[in-house]
Each structure stands twice: as structure tokens, then as C-alpha cells.
């Protein structure tokens, strides 16, 4: 069935450095991904998404990758701020517009 | 626009009682999706409702249930409350035709 996994439940970075976080998925047939943010207290947020037919794609500070080889995401976050804080979550989308969500992974960021 | 909006907030109910939560989506968005968000199963995909329509459904009992109206807003009703229902339910909404889900803040649910 299908599945999305995170390879890292937390992360801890010092302000100003750069940060990746990592997801894989299990269903080769998805085609379309999406990182979303999540702050204490608030519902998921969008950050950046990437269909299966890119390798790459660059937003505001953050870029996401995807390795349809060996089925990872990764977001990248440039110059992390206190700001990011925040659990993020990777989904994809397999059939019938249904999105599946990994776990999430906690990032926090040191001043 | 204005977000996505979810009422009640904050909700408590003991077991067996039943409840409804409501979601208005963003203006010109047909699609809702519902999900259930706790610390042990993360985000689960209960219901997804279009043009007044439940077009996909998740793996949740029948005490489950959704309506979508039309003008977009849509409601969930759990029947037949137990301990284990209580979480943060999602709603998000899409223009149905492109993939990006926008998220409402959420209905925590507290059954004592």
C-alpha cells in the first residue's frame, strides 16, 4: 500500500545553517509532492511542492528534491531561522487525489 | 481570501455522545478533505468531499461520517464517541482541480 516515511523523527540545528530534512515513499506510482509545515498549535501549512516529472524545485529559501530512484524527498532550508521551527511533514499523492502524510520530523533551531 | 475556517476550536464530549464539527472552505475551493491528526498515527485521511460529493474515503468505522453543502462547506459527525477519537481534526480545502491542500487550524476534540 501506500506509505511515506521519514528517515529523521528530529532535528536540531544552530540558526543561520542550512537544513535538510528527508522523506521517503514507498508507491512509485505517485506523482505529485508537497511539504507542509506545522507550528504548535496550528494546522499544516504549504511550503513548496514538486511534481514526479522534476527533480527540483526552489522557493523562497527552500528547495525540494526528489530521487525517483531511490524514492526520497528532501527539503532543504536555507539560513534557518527560529521561525522554523515547526514539525514538517512530506505527502504524496497516489490515486484518486488522496494524499498520504509521513509522520513528520521536529525541527528546532538553537539561537 | 480569508483562510480556511473550522469551528468549534476546542470541543469536549465523554464517551457515546455524538458531535459535529464544521469547516468553510476558501472562497472558490469545491474540494474538503477531512483528517484526524493524534501523536501515535500522525495524519490520517478520513474524507474527501467534492461538489457536495464524497469522492475518496480513508479507513475509518462508519461512525465516521461527512456532508459537504453547496456552497462548499462541509461538516463531519462522529457518532457513538470513544476515547480513541479524541484528536485534532483537519480540515483543508483545494480547488479540486489542482493537488495543494490549505489547512484550517483544526477542531481539538477531547472525549473524557
Known amino acids: 500500500g501506500e506509505s511515506v516515511g521519514l528517515h529523521l523523527p528530529t532535528l536540531s540545528v544552530q540558526e543561520g545553517d542550512n537544513s535538510i530534512i528527508n522523506c521517503a515513499y514507498s508507491n512509485s506510482a505517485s506523482d505529485y509532492f508537497i511539504w507542509y509545515k506545522q507550528e504548535s498549535g496550528k494546522g499544516p501549512q504549504f511550503i513548496i511542492d514538486?511534481?514526479?516529472?522534476?527533480d527540483k524545485r526552489q522557493g523562497q529559501r527552500v528547495t525540494v528534491l526528489l530521487n525517483k530512484t531511490v524514492k526520497h524527498l528532501s527539503l532543504q532550508i536555507a539560513a534557518t531561522q527560529p521561525g522554523d521551527s515547526a514539525v514538517y511533514f512530506c505527502a504524496e499523492r497516489g490515486s484518486n487525489y488522496k494524499l498520504t502524510f509521513g509522520k513528520g520530523t521536529l525541527l528546532t533551531v538553537n539561537p | 481570501k480569508a483562510g480556511v475556517t473550522q469551528t468549534p476550536r476546542y470541543l469536549i464530549k465523554t464517551r457515546g455522545q455524538q458531535v459535529t464539527l464544521s469547516c468553510s472552505p476558501i472562497s472558490g475551493h469545491r474540494s474538503v478533505s477531512w483528517y484526524q491528526q493524534t501523536p501515535g498515527q500522525g495524519l490520517q485521511f478520513l474524507f474527501e468531499?467534492?461538489?457536495?460529493?464524497?469522492?475518496n474515503k480513508g479507513n475509518f468505522p462508519g461512525r465516521f461520517s461527512g456532508r459537504q453543502f453547496s456552497n462548499s462547506r462541509s461538516e463531519m459527525n462522529v457518532s457513538t464517541l470513544e476515547l480513541g477519537d479524541s484528536a485534532l481534526y483537519l480540515c483543508?480545502?483545494?480547488?479540486?482541480?489542482?493537488?495543494?491542500?490549505?489547512f484550517g487550524p483544526g477542531t481539538r476534540l477531547l472525549v473524557l
Open positions: 514538486i511534481r514526479s516529472n522534476m
Open positions: 483543508a480545502s483545494s480547488t479540486g482541480s489542482t493537488e495543494t491542500q490549505y
Open positions: 468531499y467534492f461538489s457536495e460529493t464524497q469522492r
